[in-house]
């Protein structure tokens, strides 16, 4: 897919080298895999030169066969036959271990999207701790302070959500951009809406 100039580019995958007398290699050892060429030393994101490179381990989503009937249909009709063969349903996760680049601008970046989520984070802390506090020392707010306690709830998922932000690859956010993904089928390792210097290494055109 492209956009503004930017595309999908596909990084090829291949079975990562177990020991073929092990135990996970004859349990997982067509799940497991590596890329086939080392990622280009440039960023994804911002096609600038790489500063640091770390080992990362992506995770496809799982995928489960598809139903004959419609979601709507499954969501109403939910029967206790089709919950347990959707519960039993076989699923396929695969896993690519690879070192990440990442630019100067990346580790600028994340460094403010983790400042931040630390923030909402110890937010988060207070308003939970503080009721409690009060409570063991008698002292009762009332429904205001049940509501701080509750409340704390939202400054927490906004630290998780931040913290996600800081960490596009294999994520909830890996499609954003230069996010990389393990593609549902295990074929690649998927790098979205990447920079095209990194496509154009990438794919040594």
Not at 52 to 72: C, D, G, I, Y
Request: proline content about 7%; hydrophobic content about 45%.
């Amino acid at each position: 897919m492209e956009s503004g100039g930017r595309r999908d580019v596909r990084l090829e995958v291949k079975q990562r080298g177990l020991d073929s007398d092990s135990w996970l290699a004859n349990k997982m050892g067509d799940q497991m895999l590596a890329l086939a060429h080392p990622v280009p030393p440039v960023c994804a994101r911002h096609g600038e030169p790489e500063v640091e490179r770390k080992p990362r381990t992506l995770v496809s989503m799982p995928t489960k066969p598809k139903h004959a009937l419609p979601v709507w249909r499954r969501n109403l009709i939910a029967t206790p036959s089709l919950l347990e063969d959707t519960l039993r349903a076989p699923t396929t996760v695969y896993t690519v271990g690879l070192d990440w680049p990442s630019c100067a601008r990346c580790i600028k970046l994340k460094k403010r999207w983790n400042t931040a989520a630390l923030v909402m984070f110890v937010t988060a802390l207070i308003m939970g701790i503080v009721p409690i506090l009060l409570a063991l020392q008698g002292i009762r707010g009332g429904v205001g302070m049940s509501f701080v306690f509750v409340g704390s709830l939202v400054p927490l998922f906004f630290a998780l959500k931040l913290n996600q932000f800081a960490d596009l690859n294999g994520g909830p956010l890996a499609d954003m951009v230069g996010g990389a993904k393990v593609a549902p089928d295990g074929s690649a390792v998927i790098v979205c809406h990447a920079h095209t210097e990194f496509v154009r290494q990438a794919t040594h055109q």
